[in-house]
């Protein structure tokens, strides 16, 4: 029993230095869900524990692939030349973010994703990046 204590101490130390990024990527899944959850009960969609089970592996694969990245970058590349955490974790918030804004049109019909949408390629004509 002290050597599994002792492991999964060691673990914790070691991933301290990426926990903020661990603790953003799951809230922002768990809102999602919750999000998703009243869009459904809202629209009168029936909620499975399938779709349920793909929540338990979000968390896990999604922390999965952002520990293993930090391993890499940390422990195999040795510098942070090439942030290898923050772009898995900027794809992964990403697209956690675009499905809450989705969950949320469900539930409100504004077209939330549709609207940042037309204000950046306008912005982006403005500024002449298109």
């Known amino acids: ?67 293993s990245g930090y391993l890499i970058q940390q422990y195999v590349i040795g510098s942070d030349v090439i942030p290898i955490v923050k772009i898995i974790a900027g794809v992964i918030t990403f697209t956690e973010f675009l499905s809450i804004l989705e969950n949320i049109q469900k539930v409100t019909e504004l077209k939330i994703v549709k609207t940042i949408t037309g204000i950046l390629k306008r912005k982006a004509k403005e500024n002449d990046m298109l």
């Open 1 to 67: 029993m002290r050597y599994l204590i002792q492991f999964w101490g060691l673990i914790v130390v070691i991933l301290t230095p990426i926990q903020e990024v661990l603790f953003v990527t799951m809230f922002l899944i768990l809102l999602d869900t919750i999000i998703g959850l009243y869009a459904a009960y809202k629209n009168n969609i029936t909620i499975t524990s399938r779709k349920l089970g793909n929540t338990i592996s979000k968390f896990l694969l999604y922390n999965l692939a952002i520990i």
